[in-house]
């Protein structure tokens, strides 16, 4: 079971930011990862990198020990941590930031999730706003596709140009 969410807010200090998250994390026995949604097309990125990231770890083919640290993996498209971090994590001063929570083990209770969702964003002066999931080309451009790439497709397959990206991590691993 997982869920994604947009939020926007004000982030200034970030190991307190992620710090704030682990501990969320930790209580509920849920993963959490965040990601700078100015780098995110659309829910069917983060969706697809979930997938790829969980289908890796069942058949341990997984390149980090985590199930966090494998999806930022996929949704940056890299199949290193050092250059996923500066492209997909939070950086000071982030005003949009999306969320993947996933259940460890077990389902959890929508009710359960919600309260999570809404203590944790209330700690981190957060509001709910999903629209910050929307790409655009700028997402595209910032994501290293270039515009050769983008005028291969029609606008209306733009995010086929970010999925293609999060299945070929599991060729470049």
Do not use: C, W
Not at 56 to 64: D, V
Not at 107 to 126: C, P, T, V
Request: proline share 1%; charged share 30%; net charge positive.
């Amino acid at each position: 079971m997982f869920r994604i969410i947009g939020t926007q807010g004000n982030v200034q200090n970030v190991d307190s930011f992620l710090e704030t998250v682990l501990s969320f994390a930790q209580r509920y026995d849920v993963t959490i990862q965040t990601f700078d949604a100015d780098m995110i097309y659309g829910k069917n990125h983060l969706i697809s990198s979930v997938e790829h990231a969980v289908r890796a770890i069942k058949r341990k083919t997984n390149t980090t020990n985590s199930l966090g640290m494998e999806l930022l993996l996929y949704a940056s498209g890299e199949r290193q941590l050092k250059l996923a971090i500066p492209k997909m994590g939070i950086k000071k001063g982030s005003r949009d930031v999306a969320f993947v929570f996933v259940k460890n083990i077990g389902e959890i209770k929508s009710k359960k999730i919600d309260y999570l969702i809404d203590e944790m964003l209330g700690s981190l002066s957060l509001r709910r706003n999903d629209d910050v999931l929307e790409g655009n080309k700028d997402v595209l451009r910032r994501f290293g596709i270039d515009e050769n790439e983008i005028k291969t497709v029609t606008k209306a397959k733009y995010g086929n140009l970010i999925l293609e990206k999060v299945a070929m991590v599991d060729i470049i691993k």
